[in-house]
């Protein structure tokens, strides 16, 4: 596709935070995030690391707009979510964004089809038929698509993580982020997820931005960020895609 | 559009805790079908003794007021003196209307006026054997009587054509007749305030089911009572007057006012107690149905405010999957409204059938009244208005909880 990289051409930048600051005023004024500077290209498998309590979820959670209490400014595809109001930024997520968080958050009480369809009808760019079908797809990209009428209560955990990456998937997103989106999962579905990942990065130019503590995880992507303190300690080197 | 979603998820989270949501629904049910309940009854109520009280009682009556609070003569002479008068008397008058029979030939030529029966009203005693019995005699033209009162209907025996062949002949109310332990065909003896006696033959028995007009009236023609107070044809002492239209009656009675120098009285005022009974009922339904409401209420606030602290995980998830703060009012208030509507609708339908097995239920209330089962009207309006209580209330107390879930912050609940 048009969105398959180039070794000698950079590819447009698609997330930037500039001098990004945060800080945690309770139970004492606390600076979680200092001055967070960096570029998040189109097509790039990105991992955060660092440990715990370095601030690499803070940042992500600001990265997500969901956060909107920091200073410095984050732009995304070009536009300024600084101080955008919060039903700007939702609609916003819900078209550029997509989700993978820890626990695996689906609706219970919603079959698998219908966790994945919510929020393409939210975005109503296409009917409700085209909407089921793209669902369908996205599920059979995780392979789940068997599952697809059951109670989402019912699957495992691993299962659950695919579902929610299908859902994750289904506005086509420019930016899918992961919050530890192995750190629940054994060997085998870890395997699946990032598998899955690496395919849309690599398929669709999609960005992946994932805060992880899994070293294997974070190596087979396209670069590493490492955090200590708040503070980015190494903005790591482009491995060669590919 | 995205209403449609919401709508979705809404439903969704009511199947999912159907106890639940069948729980806040009976609050609702509960408080309109009582609310229902309580209207249809009182409103029965109302209406019922507003309706006896209309048809046995004139919608204007003008008679003479006879009082004693007439100017003394020494303090119209000289206003500004000293004067003290102590007891004074009333002067002797006359409780006639003068022209009696001319003013009510004037009053029944206008249009809104269905009819007026000329009246000669007096208190006398009926004698049975050494034992006097007050009642009132009133003297009347039995025919207008009957245009007003429909007097026919109301006859538990004999016929007002008999009062018409026989000059002495008197109808008594029902529970005088059972007083005096008179039958039809029975004479019987009265003696008037001024000294007269009369023999009376009893050719009929009427009850309104209005326990002080069948306790003491007997109706008789009207020279026979003018001949035993000792007065001539034209002595008149009340007009009744029915309107066509009950409401004009208190308009109509102020222009008569105006008109004429007697004691102009109607409907209204001279059953006072009925319409304060009737406030005070209204008042009351008010008061016990806005309470089991607000009750209501109070159990869908509870009941929402649990289910938005239940759904954070799941609030936090659409908000970070492009669901906005409206979106999320949207689902709750949502549920609050099917909660509301179906709980109104259930208790609106309760609230008929309660209505109605109240209606038959036999009910007696002695001779105070004519009833055999407990009033109860029936008004589309009531239903409405129950309905609309419902949906209102519920929405009210499911709109702070909706607000509340619209103000999680998906990143608190998210990172755990």
Not at chain 1, 18 to 23: D, P, S
Not at chain 1, 61 to 76: A, C, K, P, R, V
Not at chain 2, 130 to 157: C, F, H, N, W
Request: aromatic letters at 8%; glycine letters at 8%.
């Amino acid at each position: 596709m048009s969105a398959k990289m180039s070794p000698e051409k950079k590819s447009p930048v698609v997330l930037s935070a500039t001098n990004v600051n945060k800080y945690f005023t309770d139970p004492v004024r606390f600076q979680v995030l200092k001055e967070i500077t960096f570029e998040v290209q189109r097509g790039e498998f990105l991992s955060i690391v660092g440990k715990s309590g370095c601030g690499k979820s803070t940042l992500l959670y600001i990265l997500s707009t969901m956060d909107t209490d920091y200073e410095g400014t984050i732009e995304m595809n070009g536009q300024r979510l600084t101080g955008l109001s919060q039903d700007t930024l939702a609609a916003f997520r819900n078209e550029h964004l997509g989700f993978v968080f820890q626990f695996h958050f689906l609706l219970p009480e919603f079959s698998v089809l219908q966790n994945v369809m919510l929020p393409a009808l939210k975005l109503g760019k296409y009917p409700r038929k085209e909407v089921e079908h793209r669902a369908y797809e996205k599920l059979k990209l995780v392979d789940m698509q068997e599952h697809a009428l059951k109670a989402s209560a019912k699957l495992s955990g691993g299962q659950q993580q695919r579902v929610a990456i299908a859902r994750a998937l289904i506005n086509d997103p420019t930016i899918v982020m992961g919050d530890e989106p192995t750190g629940n999962l054994d060997k085998k579905n870890s395997q699946m997820v990032f598998d899955i990942f690496k395919e849309i990065a690599r398929e669709n130019g999609q960005t992946i931005i994932t805060v992880t503590h899994d070293p294997d995880f974070a190596a087979g992507g396209d670069r590493i960020i490492e955090m200590s303190d708040g503070a980015i300690i190494s903005h790591g080197h482009e491995n060669s895609v590919q | 559009m995205d209403l449609k979603i919401a709508y979705t998820i809404a439903q969704t989270h009511l199947l999912s805790k159907k106890k639940q949501t069948l729980v806040a629904m009976l609050g609702v049910t509960f408080g309109i079908a009582m609310f229902i309940v309580m209207i249809s009854f009182m409103q029965g109520v109302n209406q019922f003794l507003e309706d006896s009280a209309l048809d046995a009682s004139p919608h204007v009556r003008i008679y003479k007021q006879l009082t004693s609070d007439r100017p003394s003569l020494i303090e119209t002479l000289r206003p500004d003196g000293f004067n003290v008068i102590h007891h004074q008397k009333p002067k002797q008058e006359l409780a006639k209307i003068k022209n009696g029979l001319v003013i009510a030939r004037h009053i029944e030529a206008q249009p809104q006026v269905l009819g007026v029966s000329p009246q000669v009203s007096t208190q006398v005693f009926f004698n049975v054997g050494s034992v006097p019995i007050p009642g009132t005699l009133a003297g009347v033209d039995v025919l207008r009587e009957e245009k007003l009162y429909r007097l026919s209907q109301r006859m538990k025996s004999g016929n007002i054509e008999d009062l018409r062949a026989n000059a002495n002949g008197v109808i008594l109310g029902r529970l005088l007749a059972r007083k005096l332990n008179l039958k039809v065909g029975d004479k019987v003896n009265v003696t008037s305030s001024t000294g007269g006696t009369a023999l009376l033959r009893v050719v009929g028995v009427f009850s309104f089911g209005i326990q002080t007009v069948d306790d003491a009236r007997g109706y008789v023609n009207m020279p026979k009572v003018q001949e035993l107070i000792q007065k001539d044809a034209n002595y008149i002492t009340d007009l009744h007057i029915k309107m066509k239209d009950p409401l004009q009656a208190i308009d109509f009675g102020k222009q008569l006012a105006r008109q004429y120098d007697y004691k102009v009285e109607d409907w209204a005022a001279a059953n006072q107690a009925i319409l304060a009974g009737e406030q005070i009922r209204g008042v009351m339904t008010f008061v016990v149905s806005f309470t089991l409401l607000v009750v209501a209420g109070f159990g869908i606030y509870n009941i929402m405010n649990m289910n938005v602290i239940n759904k954070m995980k799941d609030i936090a998830i659409l908000k970070a999957t492009g669901f906005n703060g409206r979106d999320v009012v949207a689902v709750f208030l949502i549920q609050s409204m099917i909660i509301g509507l179906l709980g109104a609708i259930l208790g609106v339908t309760i609230g008929f059938s309660l209505s109605y097995l109240l209606s038959v239920t036999p009910f007696d209330s002695g001779d105070f009244l004519a009833i055999d089962t407990f009033p109860v009207k029936f008004d589309v309006g009531y239903y409405l208005l129950g309905v609309a209580f419902g949906v209102i209330t519920t929405v009210l107390a499911g709109y702070f909880p909706s607000k509340k879930a619209a103000k999680i912050d998906p990143v608190a609940v998210l990172r755990g």
